[in-house]
């Protein structure tokens, strides 16, 4: 006896999970939405983004992949056998149930039975299996409160759910039944007035139950009803149904539709398919997916499917291969047809001539075809209705090109391929292709230029693939210059192909070149859209919203979304993720090529078009930059800057959070853009928007990325020779230099930067050069001459009332007073450094000043103390701090806990701060957490892993001349020498220690050690 599976999903209504005869509880929203959009695509690996999307459609958190992973580790504890059932794979999870454990997968297998007992002629069965699929559903999925995603898959199966009643329909009206299916599809038709197949069914009902005046009424209805609601009139099919029960019709009391008019016989199978590719490469799961249309097919309608892509994208090879599988099930004819909508100097054919040339191909006599366009178009149409076969209609330009060429009822599937989205061709499947998959791009190139040659240089055909883009055409046209030139090694192409200026024209061999098919698509857009490609074209990031799109073409928001929508239809701009749009590499590479020209036809001098569009650019950056930095670092000043030749539209920034976000989204098209600016020799804009960026960038500790930006600006500053631009740029470089342990390059800038502010007479520079060049100094052990400069800058800030920029000082400060045992002032100036930050709201400087006060309230050995402290900063979000920073506070806690003697507990927090990704980019940090670590391990009695901690910060500190952390490290090292029995190199260590806390006038009574 079959057993029911122990654990079963209902998701064709609200969202039920079953153990048994027990009800199992999934969790919350979020729970409960990953779980279905797991289920809605079964055996189907989903990655995080997707089920992000999924969960908060286009208003997902900063932590929304974590609560993903969340969500799904909860449902594994509450699932029984959650583990299996859900997945890991890959880069992400993956629903792993089957056909008895799912009704989804249950109704999907109903459906295909059902269409094959049809095919077959077994009515009943046939009839039994949609009402077993059609009484599976419970209503919308998750009862309609999904969101958008689930909601859209909700209306699918929806969609799907209505073909099989009104196939049920159709089934038991051939069976002979009539009143009693009246009240049924009166049902249905409430749900779904619009749908005529339904209506037709309730006149033929309504006609045989001997009510013909009721079903001449029902036509009225819905004649009435599709004018007032979409301005159209019924369709043929229902006018003709009209027409029969206006005159009685006899065919009308039996099972079977009304005939329509004879059409020519067509004898044999026919076939006009182009040869499908020996080397077919990928695609599989479109391939899987287009079949599967085909497979769950019902209705009488023809079964149409869409292919969309770019050009190159193997669109036409897909549907070729697709047609060659399903060649047997549609045996009378395989018609192929290019409707020429992106050929070189052709026209696209219109539908008469096409209707003309399908039926030629039928074998139907010239004589046999009318000569007036309609007859040509009604003469094909009737004859598709009588035949089974696969339709492939290739390189269409519109949907205008193709629905005249359609039919109904017919058992004909009709293949289109298009570099637009046909969003208009009703009831059409859609299959959109993108890039291939990368192992799919280096199978095809392997296929072409045989394995030995790949397999002699793995690396450059991994390279080859992606500078191709991953797209089909460019890749055979790479491989097959390799096959024609044996010589050549992979790597020379690749080579040739890393050239951006030249890299569409190594793309062609023979007819085919990426160039000419991507200029096609764009020699099919109108003038405006055109130009508003070009423009796109200049953005140097890797993908964009629509206020960045807005500013490049100078249009308003709504107008740039409209254009960037219509682009991403026409397959010329990619959407990886809502709002964001990205150019295809190869994409990017032609908009460019477009712009170095006064015409847009050729290659040439730089347009002023282009420039004018990259001015707006770094306008809109700056602005949009500026605004952020506002909420994010307040209490900053702005250097003075011309007005902008526009007022851009910002997206919408009201909290710091949400400023943080938009930072971490453009961070790397900023310095793009910044990047871009520099080479066109825009260098005011690119020191001003460098001095923005510098604060996210060390926010978030990219410190090399930090550093190279302050070059870059400097660079910029000395050659446009603005004497106030020049002092900005090096004093943010003397910032970068110190913190990633380049310090006399830091105190060469500082000093620098310091001379042009006394030049220019500028107070504030004078009072920030002088505290950078203190910060330098006590770094480098110099705390004599470093204490007076860090005083002397923070009176002149404080004259200033620059209230950030002496918070800034004062934590400095505290540092150097606690290293000279002065802990009276080294508390008065971290607690006054954090309530400035508290003051301004400058969470990240309130965060570093607690650090700073729990460092030296664990120099006096008020342990509690510091520990309270440091709890206090835990508490506030980890997201304030940068990396580096937040290492140091969690080994600071474990620090103090430990010595209060709760260490086990806190051995984590040290753990975690030794594996902080970018701590390696932060060597002054480094070292400290090493060294700090080092002691809380030494205390703890693993001594052998406090000297390796000690060690290895003794190697890093002296290297970067890090006098004070380098005594420190050499004071560990002597005492886990000590500990471990080697008397003699702990004796030596130490010696070497004291005569450098000696030398920097440390105490020996006050040492962070003790």
């Keep these: 006896m079959r057993q029911t599976p122990p654990v079963r999903f209902r998701i064709l209504g609200s969202l039920e999970c079953w153990d048994g005869d027990e009800r199992v509880h999934v969790g919350g929203p979020v729970s409960e939405r990953v779980l279905v959009t797991l289920l809605l695509e079964p055996q189907r690996v989903l990655p995080v983004h997707r089920l992000v999307e999924a969960v908060w459609d286009e208003d997902a958190p900063a932590t929304a992949a974590h609560q993903v992973r969340k969500a799904v580790a909860e449902l594994r504890q509450r699932i029984p056998d959650g583990r299996t059932l859900i997945a890991t794979d890959g880069p992400g999870y993956r629903a792993a149930v089957t056909p008895e454990q799912l009704d989804l997968l249950q109704f999907t297998d109903a459906l295909r039975r059902a269409r ?3 095919a077959a002629g077994l009515t009943a069965e046939a009839t039994a299996l949609l009402r077993e699929a059609v009484a599976l559903w419970r209503g919308p999925v ?30 038991r009206l051939e069976a002979g039944e009539g009143a009693e299916l009246v009240a049924g599809i009166r049902e249905a038709i409430g749900g779904n007035p619009l749908r005529e197949t339904l209506r037709g069914q309730l006149m033929l009902a309504l006609y045989r139950s001997g009510r013909q005046a009721e079903a001449l009424e029902e036509y009225g209805n819905i004649r009435a009803l599709l004018d007032e609601e979409l301005g159209i009139q019924p369709g043929d099919a229902l006018r003709e149904l009209h027409q029969a029960i206006l005159r009685n019709d006899p065919s009308l009391t039996v099972a079977a539709a009304p005939s329509p008019a004879a059409a020519p016989a067509v004898t044999g199978s026919r076939s006009t398919l182009p040869y499908d590719l020996r080397d077919f490469t990928g695609r599989e799961e479109e391939l899987h997916k287009l079949l599967g249309f085909v497979e769950g097919a019902t209705g009488s ?14 669109k036409t090879s897909l549907a070729v291969r697709a047609a060659h599988q399903l060649a047997e099930q549609y045996p009378d004819a395989q018609l192929h047809l290019d409707l020429r909508g992106y050929t070189p100097g052709e026209e696209p054919l219109a539908p008469p001539a096409a209707a003309e040339a399908l039926l030629r191909m039928l074998g139907i006599p010239g004589e046999r075809i009318p000569d007036d366009p309609q007859g040509r178009i009604n003469l094909w149409r009737s004859t598709m209705t009588k035949h089974r076969m696969i339709l492939l209609l290739d390189n269409v330009v519109d949907e205008a090109q193709v629905k005249p060429l359609l039919a109904s009822p017919t058992g004909t599937v009709v293949l289109i391929t298009s570099r637009a989205l046909l969003v208009d061709l009703d009831a059409a499947h859609s299959v959109s292709l993108g890039t291939m998959a990368p192992p799919d791009s280096v199978a095809l190139i392997v296929g072409i230029i045989g394995e030995r040659r790949a397999e002699a240089e793995p690396s450059a055909v991994a390279d080859l693939a992606d500078l191709a883009g991953h797209l089909p055409l460019a890749l ?32 062609s061999a023979g007819e085919r070149s990426v160039e000419v098919t991507l200029r096609l698509s764009y020699e099919g857009l109108g003038a405006d859209y055109r130009k508003s490609f070009r423009l796109l074209g200049q953005y140097p990031g890797a993908d964009l919203d629509v206020y960045t799109a807005a500013a490049l073409l100078d249009l308003g928001v709504r107008d740039a979304e ?9 397959h010329l701009v990619q959407q990886h993720e809502p709002g964001r749009y990205a150019f295809h590499d190869l994409v990017r590479s032609f908009a460019l090529l477009l712009s170095h020209t006064r015409s847009s036809g050729g290659t040439g001098e730089f347009s002023e078009e282009a420039a004018g569009a990259v001015r707006r650019l770094l306008e809109f950056s700056l602005t949009a930059s500026d605004a952020a930095c506002d909420l994010l670092f307040p209490g900053r000043v702005r250097m ?10 910002l997206a919408p920034l009201s909290t710091p959070e949400a400023a943080r976000d938009w930072f971490e989204r453009e961070q790397d098209s900023l310095l793009a853009a910044i990047a871009l600016a520099f080479r066109r020799g825009l260098d005011r804009e690119v020191a001003l928007l460098a001095a923005n960026v510098v604060f996210h960038l060390d926010l978030r500790g990219r410190l090399d990325d930090f550093l190279a930006l302050c070059r870059t600006a400097l660079a910029a500053a000395r050659r446009l020779n603005e004497a106030d631009l020049l002092r900005l740029s090096l004093s943010n470089l003397a910032v970068a230099c110190w913190k990633r342990g380049r310090f006399e390059d830091g105190i060469a800038a500082a000093v620098e930067a310091h001379e042009l502010a006394v030049e220019l007479g500028d107070r504030r520079g004078q009072a920030k050069d002088t505290g950078v060049l203190g910060l330098l100094l006590a770094t480098t052990g110099r705390f004599d001459e470093a204490l007076p400069r860090l005083e002397q800058s923070i009176a002149l ?63 006096m050995g008020e342990v509690a103390t510091a520990a309270r402290t440091l709890a206090a900063a835990r508490e506030r979000a980890p997201g304030a701090l940068a990396p580096a920073d937040r290492a140091l506070q969690l080994v600071l806690s474990a620090e103090a806990e430990g010595r209060l003697g709760r260490r ?16 390696e980019d932060a060597p002054v940090r480094e070292v400290t957490v090493w060294n700090t670590a080092g002691r809380f391990f030494h205390r703890d009695g693993d001594h052998e892993r406090a000297l390796g901690l000690h060690r290895q910060a003794h190697v890093s500190a002296a290297r970067l001349g890090h006098r004070v952390e380098e005594a420190y490290a050499l004071d560990g090292i002597a005492r886990a020498l000590a500990a471990l029995g080697d008397a003699e190199g702990a004796a030596e260590r130490g010696a070497a220690a004291e005569e450098a806390f000696r030398a920097m006038g440390i105490p020996g009574r006050f040492r962070r050690a003790d």
């Design 476 to 507: 055979r046209i790479a491989a097959a210059r390799l096959r024609k030139r044996p010589r050549w090694t992979v790597r020379y192409l690749v080579d040739r192909l890393r050239d951006d200026t030249h890299r569409l024209a190594e793309l």
């Design 301 to 314: 309608g023809p079964l149409i499917i869409a292919i969309d892509g770019m050009g190159g994208s193997g």
């Design 797 to 859: 800030k404080r004259e200033l009332g620059a209230e950030r920029a002496e918070s800034e000082s004062l934590s400095n400060v505290s540092g150097v007073y606690m290293e000279r045992g002065c802990f009276e002032e080294a508390v008065s100036a971290a607690t006054r450094s954090i309530e400035l930050a508290r003051t301004l709201g400058a969470s990240e400087k309130e965060l570093v000043g607690l650090t700073d006060l729990a460092q030296v309230q664990l120099a």
């Design 640 to 649: 003075a800057r011309p007005a902008p030749s526009f007022r851009p539209e």
């Design 904 to 919: 086990q507990q806190v051995l984590s927090w040290v753990e975690e701060a030794l594996a902080t990704k970018g701590l």
């Design 116 to 118: 094959d007992h049809a």
């Design 562 to 570: 409209d254009v960037l929508e219509y682009l991403l239809d026409m």
């Design 142 to 171: 998750l009862s309609g409160n999904g969101g958008a995603v689930v909601d859209a898959a909700s209306a699918s199966l929806e969609e799907r759910r209505m073909t099989a009643v009104e196939q049920l329909f159709d089934l």
